[in-house]
């Protein structure tokens, strides 16, 4: 299936409502997250297929530490096997695989494959594809502030060169575009400390659909909707979308 028009070059999801998707049919629940490991896949083939450039899928923050153990448990062994399961179609649909977040903060066996996913894939090509991780974004911004601080205090920067662009380049998505579209499935209203400073203008979507029961359509329902939408960045006129 092809998409013509104004393609958001960067979409980022927030995938909500595994637990509740398997509440509601009294299932434990990990058997949501399983069936959201699903819909990743989904998604990130209809996401080469739509020929989306990057996307960022927010797959476990620094706030989910403090679920049960036992949930935190099983999702890391999911996180294992979906390393281990995807990593031949990663290779094969052109797909770049790359983590964002406190890596060193995961099972030392998780941090292994991510490494070899990204190794394996950093000469495709077709989709960027990034999993935050232990991802705090209020944690992001202070690691970067404290970086530029060192910078400037052992004297190889000066604090007149401390710019937006040279701050960018301090957070975890150093190299990547600010994202164009945000995702959050759920029907939630909130950002959850996702990409705070790099979704400054990005358009927004939420789907009333839990997470492992958003499909392609949905997506690309999305999308359209994303391409119905002025973008002003702060000014009157109506800009044209700028990877159109
Ligand atoms: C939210 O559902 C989801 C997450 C904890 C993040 C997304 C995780 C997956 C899609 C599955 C795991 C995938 C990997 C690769 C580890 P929730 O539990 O917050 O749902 P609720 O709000 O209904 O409780």
Redo the contacts with the bound molecule.
């Keep these: 299936m092809e998409v013509t028009g104004n393609l958001p070059q960067h979409v980022a999801i927030i ?7 398997a ?1 509601e049919r009294h299932l434990p ?1 990990i058997h ?3 069936k ?2 699903e ?2 896949r989904e998604i990130v083939r209809a996401a080469r297929e739509f020929k989306i450039k990057y996307m960022t ?5 620094k706030e ?1 530490w403090a679920r049960p153990k036992k949930e935190v448990d099983f ?2 062994r ?2 294992g096997a ?1 390393l281990d399961s995807e990593l031949k179609e990663l290779e094969t649909n052109q797909v770049r695989f790359n983590v964002i977040g406190r890596m060193d903060e995961l099972p030392k066996g998780v941090q292994e494959k991510i490494r070899r996913n990204m190794q394996r894939t950093e000469h495709n090509r077709g989709l960027f594809l990034t ?1 935050a ?1 232990s991802y705090s974004s209020r944690v992001e911004i202070t690691d970067a502030a404290k970086r530029l601080c060192r910078d400037v205090h052992e004297g190889r920067l000066r604090l007149e060169e401390i710019t937006e662009d040279r701050f960018q380049d301090a957070l975890y998505t150093r190299g990547i575009p600010d994202p164009d579209l945000l995702i959050r499935t ?1 029907g ?1 209203l909130r950002v959850s400390n996702f990409l705070l400073w790099q979704i400054s203008y990005t358009e927004i979507y939420v789907s009333d659909k ?2 492992p029961d958003f499909k392609k359509e949905d997506f690309l329902e999305a999308i359209q909707e994303y391409q119905k939408r002025e973008r002003r960045f702060g000014m009157t006129e109506r800009v044209k979308l700028p990877h159109g």
């Design positions: 995938m909500d409502g595994n637990g509740r998707w509440e629940r949501g997250h399983q959201g490991v819909t990743i899928l927010y797959a476990f923050s989910n999702l890391m999911l996180l979906y999993l991780l759920s939630e839990y997470w």
